[in-house]
């Protein structure tokens, strides 16, 4: 195939895939063609010259910050805890600010201190929302297949929907929809545009039975895209999310220890591959040739 005209504006790369140094990382993925990163706040704070070094190399990088990971365990505490942290989220709020991140992602709470109590679930990350609305930035909450009382992302709708916040959104991984065995058709009860964030990954066994395996699973053992068992699963989740009016971003969350003992750009070409299946041959995004755009300027 012929890959020089493939649109692979909708999909990113995340920081976590790739080993080494914050600009080392940013280099690999726009030389593979990516337009977008989604950085974790480790890859940031863990800059040898300091944060604001690490925000001028993201902004000289002249890709898209798609988003800035992750704020966990945040709903449902309180007293102290819930302080503290709502202090932890005022920081990565101000850098992701910084960075010029848009959307935060938050994840389910796996606490045991947490409350299950939905309305008071709600009422955390409409706070939340309100702390980050000043600055711009809109919360995409994530359901973990683990996660003690939202672990699914019909139950993150629900939460959000009881926060009722403009800035406040729901964020799909499917890792987490395919280890929870989440139906497809539940997709179709999301609002388009309050879907803020989609994240893919696919992995290579049919199932993870406990909350132990999805974990380990989840932050070990993930590949791109077509690499895995759940190929067919993926494309499907990509093009329903598409005919529902989905035109955000999708971003490639990939754990791995294998590729993080890889050359960067062997694991950016990797993640350039699951690019094209999904753009070329799952959602047809193909960028016409220069002559084809002057022949439809032209009949137009």
């Known amino acids: 195939m012929n890959t020089s005209h493939v649109n692979i504006d ?31 706040a480790r890859d940031v704070v863990g800059h040898s010259d300091g944060i604001d070094a690490a925000v001028q190399d993201v902004r000289a990088s002249g890709l898209r910050v798609t988003g800035f990971q992750v704020l966990r365990d945040f709903e449902g505490l309180s007293g102290h805890l819930h302080d503290y942290k709502i202090d932890i989220a005022k920081s990565m709020l101000e850098m992701a600010h910084a960075l010029g991140a848009t959307v935060l992602l938050a994840c389910s709470s796996t606490s045991a201190h947490a409350t299950s109590d939905p309305d008071a679930l709600a009422r955390d990350l409409r706070k939340l929302a309100m702390l ?48 929870t065995k989440s139906s497809l058709d539940d997709l179709d009860m999301l609002s388009p545009d309050k879907i803020f964030l989609v994240q893919l990954a696919d992995f290579m066994w ?5 909350d132990e395996e999805r974990m380990a699973t989840a932050r070990h053992f993930r590949v791109f895209p077509g690499e895995g068992v759940h190929s067919e699963a993926l494309a499907e989740l990509v093009r329903r999310l598409d005919q529902l009016g989905y035109r955000g971003d ?25 690019a094209i299946w999904l753009s070329e041959d799952v959602l047809r995004r193909s960028v016409p040739l220069p002559n084809q755009i002057r022949l439809r300027q032209r009949a137009t």
């Open 206 to 210: 049919q199932e993870t039975r406990t």
């Open 250 to 274: 999708y971003s490639f969350e990939v754990f791995n220890d294998d590729y993080s003992q890889l050359p960067l750009p062997t694991v950016a070409a990797r993640a350039r591959r699951s």
């Open 132 to 179: 980050a609305l000043p600055l711009g930035i809109k919360v995409a909450y994530e359901g973990l297949s683990w996660g003690r009382t939202i672990n699914e992302f019909t139950a993150a709708w629900d939460i959000v929907c009881r926060a009722d916040a403009p800035n406040l959104g729901i964020g799909i991984d499917s890792f987490h929809a395919f280890a």
């Open 10 to 40: 909708d999909f990113g790369m995340d920081t976590i895939s790739l080993a080494g140094t914050l600009p080392a990382k940013l280099k690999a993925v726009r030389d593979a063609g990516f337009s977008q990163i989604m950085l974790a």
